[in-house]
């Protein structure tokens, strides 16, 4: 998995209250020599920049449930 994959992925999942779960991953390469770690981490900031320049925001667990009761989304 690259950044680009986990972007493209999440992309359409994208809406008001959701929650983006990464996972740490471990610390043993998959066969690729890249630890899943090392993709998360590297996503991260692409995440970020991109949902902020479009107006999102990103707040804690505590304060998106402050917001009103959840919704599933699926």
């Given at each position: 998995?690259?950044?680009?994959?986990?972007?493209?992925?999440?992309?359409?999942?994208?809406?008001?209250?959701?929650?983006?779960?990464?996972?740490?991953?471990?610390?043993?390469?998959?066969?690729?020599?890249?630890?899943?770690?090392?993709?998360?981490?590297?996503?991260?900031?692409?995440?970020?920049?991109?949902?902020?320049?479009?107006?999102?925001r990103f707040?804690?667990?505590?304060?998106?449930?402050?917001?009103?009761?959840?919704?599933?989304?699926?």
């Amino acid at each position: 998995t690259r950044p680009e994959q986990i972007l493209a992925a999440l992309a359409p999942q994208i809406q008001r209250g959701g929650i983006i779960l990464l996972h740490d991953g471990d610390a043993h390469p998959n066969g690729t020599g890249v630890k899943p770690r090392d993709v998360t981490v590297a996503t991260l900031p692409k995440i970020l920049e991109t949902y902020l320049a479009q107006g999102y925001r990103f707040v804690t667990l505590s304060e998106l449930l402050q917001e009103g009761p959840p919704t599933l989304g699926w």
